[in-house]
């Protein structure tokens, strides 16, 4: 038990996850499912968010500290990709009382250089013209994903590599911007820093100040 959050990993991955889906969304979020029938918090982020390798995210925690339903529409590895991409998660965020929105990484998202998968936004799946040309050198049907081929190009130049950096950067903000835009400024932006357990402590924080 670390901060209340109860980190449960086992060798035979036993920890469940009750995986559900809401609305018209096709995306696999972490269960037990919540009933939408009256108010609720929504949580959107990735990891973190999702609770990978935790029994009790903090979304769940933040349920029993506010006494109010809190719907985890986290994802592993998610960008904002994800919701910007389907229409049913965004819904069900849209019509929450407030959102709790984790500040996702640049890297998993589509933008000038490289596509990302709709749903797993951590996989990568193509390089663009623009991206091929300014790495001649490199392959990039080695790579199934961001992190990995993003480290790459920093290796291969770091000069060069400023121009992907500066890129995932305005990327980045028009995509949050547009994310914030569709949910009409109810929402709290979250940082996750350090340990599961200061992520868990500024979840429930930032929750309950904006619910009073």
């Keep these: 038990m670390v901060g209340g959050m109860t980190c449960a990993v086992t060798a035979r991955g036993g920890l469940e996850y009750y995986p559900c889906r809401y609305g018209r969304s096709r995306v696999l979020f972490r269960g037990p499912r919540r009933s939408l029938d009256e108010s609720y918090v929504a949580f ?17 925690l933040a349920e029993q500290r506010l006494d109010r ?29 407030l959102c709790v929105v984790q500040m996702m990484s640049a890297q998993n998202m589509s933008n ?77 932006l979250l940082v996750a820093r350090g340990s599961c357990a200061a992520r868990g402590a500024a979840g429930r924080a930032g929750a309950r100040s904006a619910l009073r």
């Design 69 to 97: 339903v809190c719907v985890n529409l986290g994802a592993v590895n998610a960008g904002p990709d994800l919701y910007l991409n389907d229409a049913g998660a965004l819904d069900v965020a849209a019509r929450a009382e």
């Design 44 to 60: 959107l982020g990735g990891t973190e968010t999702y609770g990978r390798f935790v029994a009790a995210p903090f979304p769940a």
């Design 112 to 188: 000038r250089f490289y596509g990302v998968h709709p749903r797993r936004n951590d996989r990568f799946l193509r390089a663009s013209e623009g991206l091929q040309a300014l790495y001649p050198e490199v392959d990039f049907t080695e790579f199934h994903f961001t992190r990995h081929m993003l480290g790459r190009l920093r290796e291969v130049s770091a000069e060069r590599f400023a121009q992907v950096t500066e890129e995932l950067r305005q990327a980045w903000m028009a995509r949050m911007t547009q994310l914030l835009t569709v949910l009409r400024g109810r929402a709290l």
